[in-house]
């Protein structure tokens, strides 16, 4: 059974950089995208960015300029590093997988809070 | 690109039919059959209840039904359960390997 383990700091201070990862259990980690999606309070989801095993990366335009996602493929694990966060960046942060050629996330991570206070 | 417009929240009673519309524009829903739908139990991870517009993952009830018309797709859900109570997203494929999901709609089972 796949299972999608997340694990990262929950709280920042304005400009400093989050840093979230994510491990793969009970899979291959070639053949897929892995992706990061977020949650803000109480809103809708949003698409971050993807990332596969040899570390090809898709990002969203609008977040592209903070978004550094990574692949450690010796521990199956991906990262994500979003840089100088504000406010409007509180959110539930999941990671989420897709089949290669598929266009749905069929697995996803238990889901991280991330606040970003002074 | 925008977020998919859903309406905020729909209710039924027990044993009815609901529709959820997701509404797009031609960049996204209506240009792929890339849409999929999202069951949201609070404090939970959206769990996949349709994709491709129209295809239900192994497990999933045959309850939940997809379509798409044009820039709009719809998740039918027949015979309404308490435990259908939750948040609805979708997600549609929105073409240069991005992907654009709904505001989220809440299911009251009344």
């Known amino acids: 059974q796949v299972q999608l383990q997340q694990w990262g700091a929950g709280l920042l201070k304005p400009s400093e950089t989050l840093s979230l990862t994510c491990a793969v259990y009970?899979?291959?980690?070639?053949?897929?995208?892995w992706s990061w999606i977020r949650q803000p309070p109480g809103k809708g989801l949003e698409w971050i960015g993807e990332i596969n095993h040899s570390g090809s990366t898709n990002y969203n335009p609008s977040l592209e300029s903070r978004v550094t996602m990574s692949v450690d493929t010796s521990k199956n694990q991906f990262s994500l590093k979003l840089r100088s966060v504000t406010a409007a960046d509180t959110a539930v942060f999941f990671c989420?997988?897709?089949?290669?050629?598929?266009?749905?996330?069929?697995?996803w991570g238990q889901g991280t809070l991330v606040t970003v206070s002074s | 690109q925008s977020a998919l417009t859903q309406p905020a929240s729909v209710s039924g009673s027990p044993g009815q039919s609901i529709t959820i519309s997701c509404t797009g524009t031609?960049?996204?829903?209506?240009?792929?059959?890339?849409v999929s739908w999202y069951q949201q139990h609070p404090g939970k991870a959206p769990k996949l209840m349709i994709y491709?517009?129209?295809k239900r993952p192994s497990g999933v009830s045959n309850r939940f039904s997809g379509s798409k018309s044009g820039n709009t797709a719809s998740l039918t859900i027949s015979g309404l359960q308490a435990e259908d109570e939750a948040d609805y997203y979708c997600?549609?494929?929105?073409?240069?390997?991005?992907?654009?999901f709904g505001g989220g709609t809440k299911l009251t089972v009344l």
């Open positions: 491709d517009v129209s």
């Open positions: 997600c549609s494929y929105a073409g240069i390997t991005t992907w654009v």
């Open positions: 989420a997988r897709h089949v290669t050629g598929d266009f749905y996330f069929d697995y």
């Open positions: 031609s960049s996204d829903v209506g240009g792929y059959n890339y």
């Open positions: 009970g899979e291959s980690f070639s053949g897929y995208y």
